[in-house]
């Protein structure tokens, strides 16, 4: 029986092989490019919050309640929609074509699982929250003040019908997300308080229409706070359990990492990782014992060796005053290197601009990229790097020894050159608004975690010391990747996580508890960093095999970008068909 499968399996390859072989048909791909136009612009119709977010601000006056009529025009679209992609052979369409179509169909296919079998906005009340939307209105540069408040003053009217649709709609929510949706909505209902008001002080808006606008804001902020007291008051007595389940996971692991691998499978890619990097960093530590431990007794522990020589190195670390210019002084070495070692070539016309973290992103510290949407190409793409101000010397110390000079480094390479950043200037170089708001997650993070470690394998500021820290940081997402998959579909405790986070990857305490409190709120996302960097190393791999001396990196890694923010499975069966 299983050997029929497998045949059977093969055989279905080989022919889709074979039709990937076919020449485009240039009137059914211009076609399709009406198309995707037609649905993009009915998606934002139904989507006006997604729509602002990407930022197209049309529809930002627009806020749709969730009620059951909502529910029936989001399966209505995505039927409609499905339907008319039938029309289409996806075999006959250009590449770019070919991955937007699935990338549509998976949005769509995603959609009607999410209405139909997952169910999150029963179970989830935190999914009910207005307040960064009409945050985004307040801070928004796009467009005049007044022009901002008008439409924030409009869209303030479904507020009420919002948390009354939302009230209905839930049933035995989990704890952890009932939680995080009174603390949420709560904590952001001040966006119509002191930051509305300081707005309407600034504007020219005359005074009626301001205080209509105050009045309406009394109004919301009482929806909002009545919606939190409802939550506390809520007798729920058979809560939904936050762990998904083995099911549910392996679907949603399918829709939203898009991969080659089951979850299964990817899971155990995972383990075998995680001992392997065990392994590697045992050899590392055990050489470096001397030099950090001098003649202290080796731990019989392995990992407790690993851990005693990993806590030496990491307090090489810069200040709290020098953190930013740190950074700021890496991004052109990083990217004076990637062009002296010939591995992809950087277009300089867009560079990083490296800027300290805006107010409004809230003392998150770290470090993110902040890049133009597909409505506003021009604008500037920043590294956004937080600052300590404010920090306990105990705090910043804590997080200087993680963000040491060793793993500072690491960060760069994976937010800016040759990771984040770098695949973000390739993509705008292919344009497909589908891929910029369908953008595949894994396949974005899978770059930016692949470049750190091709940037060590090329070189890369060479040492023991730098590669024992690289396979700490890689332990994270492995480990990341093993977590949620345990905690979702294998019951994992929590002290087992513990265990797992801080013993097995050699976290602080601080930085653990954070992550399990991360796991119970979301399912599948922790894996997409592993998962696409798995792809795309071992698609690596398999072209190397395939065209030995005549490959090329620089060649593998253009390419590869040049099909923008895809899910490396549908680019893997490009770049191997055209072989
Ligand atoms: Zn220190
Ligand atoms: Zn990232």
Known sequence: MKKLFVSIFTISLLFSCNKNTKTTDKALDQKFDKYKEGFVTSLWKINPGWASGVGYHKLDSILVVPDATETKVQLDFANTQLDSLKQYDIESLSDNNKTDFQMIKNQLEASVFSIKELKSSEWNPSEYNVCGSFAEILNGNYDSLEVRLRAFNAKMNAIPAYYEAA??????????????????????????????????????????????????????????????????????????????????????????IQSSYTADEIYKIAVDHKNDLHDKMFVLADKLWKKYKGNAPKPADKLELIKQVIDKISLQHTTPERFQSEIEKQIPELAAYVKAKDLLYIDPSKPLVVRKEPAYMAGVAGASISAAGPYDKNANTYYNVGSMSGWTAENAESYLREYNDYILQILNIHEAIPGHYTQLVYSNQSPSIIKSILGN???VEGWAVYAEKMMLESGYKNSDEMWLMYYKWNLRTTCNTILDISVHTKDMSKEEAMILLTREAFQQQAEAEGKWKRVTLSQVQLCSYFTGYTEIYNLREELKKQEGDK?????????????????????KELMLSKE
Not at 183 to 205: H, P, R
């Open 551 to 571: 490959f090329n990196l620089k060649k593998f890694h253009e390419k590869f970008l040049s099909f923008g923010s895809a899910p490396v499975k549908y680019i």
């Open 441 to 443: 997650g894994a396949m």
């Open 167 to 256: 009230k209905k709609n839930i049933k035995n929510p989990t704890i952890e997300h009932t939680d995080l949706a009174i603390a949420q909505n709560i904590g952001g209902s001040t966006v119509f308080e002191a930051d509305l008001n300081e707005a309407l002080a600034k504007s020219k808006l005359s005074a009626a229409e301001k205080k209509e606008i105050q009045d309406k804001a009394k109004v919301s902020i009482k929806a909002i706070k009545d919606y939190a007291e409802w939550l506390q008051n809520l007798p729920n007595k058979t809560p939904r359990s936050f762990r998904l389940g083995a099911d549910l996971y392996a679907k949603k692991f399918n829709f939203d």
